[in-house]
């Protein structure tokens, strides 16, 4: 199994703009791996400690066809095992480890049946989940495990019992178990639900842009469940983060894009981003194992944009360590 990581790291979540005028339907299998390949270096080169592979494919699509695919099928909604592999972990050099995130099989599921009650499909998708963790696992390049879900607590076509979706969580985690497995949630409603499922050891909230979610999350739950925290210190929300300085300032920055960069570093500076990780710290303490950006990024403007945020959030948690917190 991957190394375990020592103290609090710095990820990301993994969407990222593409190159300007570059089309993935343009690319060849080879152009796609190199664009994934020269992406995760640009993160690195940002201090992005554990990458997750750049996400250009749509977060439902890239699991659904292969898991939809009569071939690949052991099952209705069950992938082979075979089959339950990630194209971008290829691009993913030998001996290094990246986070690996699988969007879960709550979100899945509503993508496409939105809100029905097929208990049994939901299982075979979370089975379907656990195995592109599995052969994830078998490529020795994860060390980080994440689990997207970010309609739990805010979506009204979820019609599963809590326990159904927990027991959904667990068996699409169930690989995970004695290693760093995150959940990604846009609500803390599910938080602590989340919390409470073997196999997911982090729960992450998006705590720059929705500072008073942390208020909800209970320390003592944290505690009890032997789980840990994953907060967001840098926002991503672009277009809120705009629409708030267009209106400030009087102007509309995506017709002066270079202003738009320096308005968003200036609101988005280090020193923002270490007070929101120095705050949630105070609040956690040691239940604090993950922090970085809100979500991915793939809004953004440009790759370069991009990146300096990544480096913002870097030297961020790099000037935390250094003040002893």
């Not at 690319?27 to 250009?56: I, M």
């Not at 120095?278 to 950006?293: M, S």
Request: with cysteine; proline share 6%; net charge negative.
């Amino acid at each position: 199994m991957s190394r375990q990581i020592e103290g609090i790291f710095f990820d990301d979540i993994g969407s990222f703009p593409l190159p300007k005028g570059v089309r993935l339907e343009s690319l060849s299998r080879d152009q796609y791996l190199n664009l994934v390949r020269d992406v995760l270096a640009q993160k690195s080169r940002a201090g992005v400690e554990v990458p997750t592979y750049p996400q250009f494919r749509d977060m439902i699509r890239m699991f659904m066809d292969p898991i939809e695919n009569p071939d690949y099928a052991e099952d209705p909604y069950l992938i082979k095992k075979d089959h339950a592999k990630i194209m971008e972990l290829e691009a993913v050099p030998a001996g290094r480890d990246v986070r690996v995130c699988v969007t879960g099989p709550v979100e899945l599921y509503i993508s496409v049946f939105g809100a029905t009650h097929y208990p049994d499909i939901l299982n075979n998708l979370a089975k379907s989940v656990a195995r592109f963790f599995s052969a994830s696992l078998e490529a020795e390049k994860m060390s980080v495990a994440s689990l997207d879900e970010p309609s739990l607590g805010l979506n009204s076509n979820i019609i599963f019992s809590e326990d159904e979706i927990l027991d959904a969580l667990q068996i699409a985690a169930g690989p995970c178990r004695g290693m760093d497995c995150e959940v990604h949630l846009h609500s803390p409603l599910y938080a602590e639900v989340c919390a409470h499922v073997p196999g997911i050891s982090i729960v992450g909230i998006e705590s720059a842009a929705h500072p008073d979610y942390l208020q909800l999350i209970d320390r003592k739950v944290l505690e009890e469940t032997d789980s840990y925290l994953r907060a967001g210190i840098a926002r991503t929300d672009i277009l809120s983060l705009s629409a708030l300085l267009n209106e400030q300032l009087g102007v509309n920055l995506w017709q002066d894009m270079p202003r738009l960069e320096r308005e968003i570093l200036e609101r988005e500076s280090p020193q923002v981003m270490r007070k929101r990780l120095e705050r949630a710290h105070a609040q956690f303490g040691d239940r604090l194992r993950a922090t970085g950006p809100d979500c991915g990024l793939g809004s953004w403007p440009s790759q370069d944009l991009a990146c300096k945020l990544l480096a913002n959030c870097a030297a961020a948690v790099r000037s935390f360590r250094e003040g002893g917190a």
